[in-house]
């Protein structure tokens, strides 16, 4: 536990310390900086999910995190979609379920548009969640570009 505790102190100092887009801040992200693949990013949400090492890092801005940041949108969505992967990709296939529900609420699809939303998420799962879609990012990405084709939901992916 004391190594534990100082490395998060060293880390916390560093002036290098950088929070990636898909994993956020915190010392996960820091122990893993520089690494790329699905793997460490696992590692690194992991670490600074399971040890409450973000809030700390939020609020003394320490471990790459910033005490008076904005929480934009994008990466609400990215954070959103990178830990309920598995069950958006679940519910995309099949075109409704309860995140993808919360998904088209944080991307402030109105309530009389979601049918629309479900239905462009289902019919197109394989472009959503490609292959080459290996981020949460990218995933959102491939969402929003398919979104951008339709009449309706093209609102919603400025916001």
């Not at 995140?99 to 944080?106: F, H």
């Amino acid at each position: 536990m004391k190594k534990f505790v100082a490395i998060a102190m060293l880390a916390g100092f560093s002036s290098m310390a950088m929070a990636d887009q898909d994993t956020g801040c915190g010392l996960g992200t820091m122990l893993w900086a520089g690494q790329s693949g699905v793997l460490p990013k696992i590692l690194a949400v992991t670490t600074n999910g399971t040890s409450a090492n973000q809030l700390f890092g939020i609020t003394t801005g320490t471990l790459g995190c910033q005490s008076d940041g904005v929480i934009s949108s994008r990466a609400k969505l990215s954070m959103f979609m990178g830990t309920n992967s598995e069950r958006l990709a679940r519910d995309m296939s099949v075109g409704h379920g309860e995140s993808l529900n919360v998904l088209a609420d944080l991307m402030g699809v109105k309530a009389e548009h979601k049918a629309a939303f479900f239905q462009a998420a289902k019919s197109n799962f394989g472009a959503i969640f490609a292959p080459e879609n290996q981020s949460a990012g990218q995933v959102l990405s491939a969402l929003q570009g398919v979104m951008a084709k339709d009449a309706v939901l093209a609102a919603y992916t400025a916001a």
